[in-house]
């Protein structure tokens, strides 16, 4: 049997998994977290990638890794970190983004250029971030990575003093602000601007059946990929199919044939893995706001569900906006979150759960209309992510965005979209292996939309109150 390894290295863990590179069933798994905090050094990534994978990974033919997106990582010119990794939920680059933004003309001509308007998350807006607040760390660094790239380099034997060319791909590229996914082409321009002139050298853009190199020990390294588009291979969603990911951010995506270019920053405009294309929204809250709301409460997770569970759709008038950690989309990044609609009627424990569920799902179902306002024309919604679990999130999903819902068995999909990529570029194959995916549960969308039509206008009319 041969096996192949794919690796999603996540903002608090790594997380290894083995598969039949012909079937895709998953033969082994392991784990290692992360340390905590919005930089980290880049040597813990490897470290938890080792703990995660030992024991795992003799013996498999190809490895592949799927990692957060857009955080910066530097090195010098002998391959030593300058400073420790900023990650994308960094966000002291936020004034540095509205200073790019205004530097190219504005949201336009960043949407024209690369597909994406500038935020604090991406790559770029960190690099102008670190020009102006730490130059002699600027003036060091020779080779600018992201996240997955270093770990790619790593596992091909990458160490200060031995530097393979570092690699990327499509998918992780398009996140970086200076790499268009509709000229498939870096904007060195773009680069040098946000920079102060400095000329970093970039990871060779692979494609996404590319291999990247070997192990010192000879197993095939795949190109990998960032974690979204990851997750889109390990689920090998098709047309019609959107995803919406309820883990601590939410992510709404879907596959598309051309590029996407929003001006108002919303919909970042991503490569896929697999030669198409990945718009994106992205949302700063999401499962979080639950465990949040049950702590409010007093309550456990599967306690607050069933409080919530007693109370009407609509919770009695209650809305909650839930944008605890402020907000990318929309953008409102020093916002808070807020009850609305309190009386006494409504003060109750129960109506305080429902009202968090139904926020942060009316939340996701806004993010899901800027998708649908580009075209995309979503057929069902695959709902993946810890709180999918949950079959009150599953119903109501289904009353707020209007269609079917389907719940795939949970599992490491960005794991598997790793593994699922490194089986693709062993093969040489021209399409990736068909790996079929499993359906947990699947919910019909209500023959009634009234209910989930009033929840979402009272949502909506408190966001309007409070932001406009």
Known sequence: MTTVAGVDSSTQ???????????????????????EGTEVA??????????????????????????????????DAAGVPVRDALLWNDVRSAGAAEELIADLGGPQAWA????????????????????????????RT?????????LTWRLRGGEPGHIPEPTTDRGDASGTG???????????????????????????????????GRTPSGTLVAAGTGDNAGAALGLGIGGGDVVVSLGTSGTVFA?????????????????????????????????????SAADLLGVDLPTLESLAAQAPPGADGLVLLPYLTGERTPNLPHATGSLHGLRPEAMRPATVARAAFEGVLCHLADALDQLTGTGVRPRRVL????AARSRLVGAIAAQVFGVTVTVPEPAEYVALGAARQAAWALSGAARPPAWPACTAAE????????????????????RRALYG
């Open 42 to 75: 880049p040597a813990a990534w490897w470290d938890a990638l080792r703990t995660a994978g030992a024991g795992l990974l003799d013996g498999v033919a190809a490895i592949a890794v799927a990692g957060q997106q857009h955080g910066l990582v530097a090195l």
């Open 383 to 386: 709902l993946i992510g810890g």
């Open 255 to 291: 596959r598309a044939e051309r590029p996407c270019a929003d001006s108002s920053g919303a919909i970042a405009g991503f490569a896929d893995a697999t030669g198409a294309f990945l718009p994106l929204v992205c949302t700063l809250n999401a499962a979080r706001v639950l465990t």
């Open 142 to 150: 020779a080779r600018v990575l992201l996240p997955h790239d270093y």
């Open 443 to 462: 919910i019909p969308a209500p023959s009634d939309t009234a209910a989930g039509r009033g929840i979402r206008a009272e949502y909506r009319r408190a």
């Open 112 to 139: 024209d250029a690369v597909g994406s308007v500038p935020v604090a998350s991406f790559t770029v807006a960190k690099l102008r971030w670190l020009a102006d607040h730490e130059p002699e760390r600027a003036d």
């Open 178 to 212: 200076y790499w268009s996914p509709a000229d498939n082409a870096y904007r060195e321009d773009l680069l040098a601007m946000a920079f102060r002139g400095r000329p970093p050298v970039l990871p060779r853009v692979l494609g996404p059946d590319e291999p990247a």
């Open 13 to 35: 863990s790594c997380k290894v998994v083995v598969c039949d590179a012909d079937s895709g069933e998953v033969l082994g798994r392991g784990h290692a977290p992360h340390p």
